[in-house]
Nanobody, 125 residues
Framework: QVQLVESGGGLVQAGGSLRLSCAAS????????MGWYRQAPGKERELVAA???????NYADSVKGRFTISRDNAKNTLYLQMNSLKPEDTAVYYC???????????????????WGQGTLVTVSS
């Protein structure tokens, strides 16, 4: 199993920057991809950015050019650098890890997702 712990959320003014961190533990060798999702009040959870084990990245159109996803494999940590923040970016941000079996506690070929507890990002106008 994989456990995820997020940190770095907080209050920031529009135009400011913030960096989120996600520390992974457990069966980290089973992780094939990781990503950041966010959910604003009254809205559905959406994908913000993702990165595969091979280093390929994908971003939501709303954050392209402003956010950067990266990882440090040696530290088993995922990052999201957020620049030029807007009030629309206000949301709870969740770290996600996609795993493939058989690996760790998964005995069969199966895809599972691990989630962090979420960290709140508030951007004031």
């Amino acid at each position: 199993q994989v456990q995820l712990v997020e940190s770095g959320g907080g209050l920031v003014q529009a135009g400011g920057s913030l960096r989120l961190s996600c520390a992974a533990s457990g069966d980290t060798i089973c992780i094939s991809a990781m990503g950041w999702y966010r959910q604003a009040p009254g809205k559905e959870r959406e994908l913000v950015a993702a990165i595969t084990s091979g280093g390929n990245t994908n971003y939501a159109d709303s954050v392209k050019g402003r956010f950067t996803i990266s990882r440090d494999n040696a530290k088993n940590t995922l990052y999201l650098q957020m620049n030029s923040l807007k009030p629309e970016d206000t949301a709870v941000y969740y770290c996600n890890a996609h795993t493939l079996g058989p690996c760790g506690v998964v005995a069969r070929e199966e895809a599972l997702d691990a989630w962090g507890q979420g960290t709140l990002v508030t951007v004031s106008s």
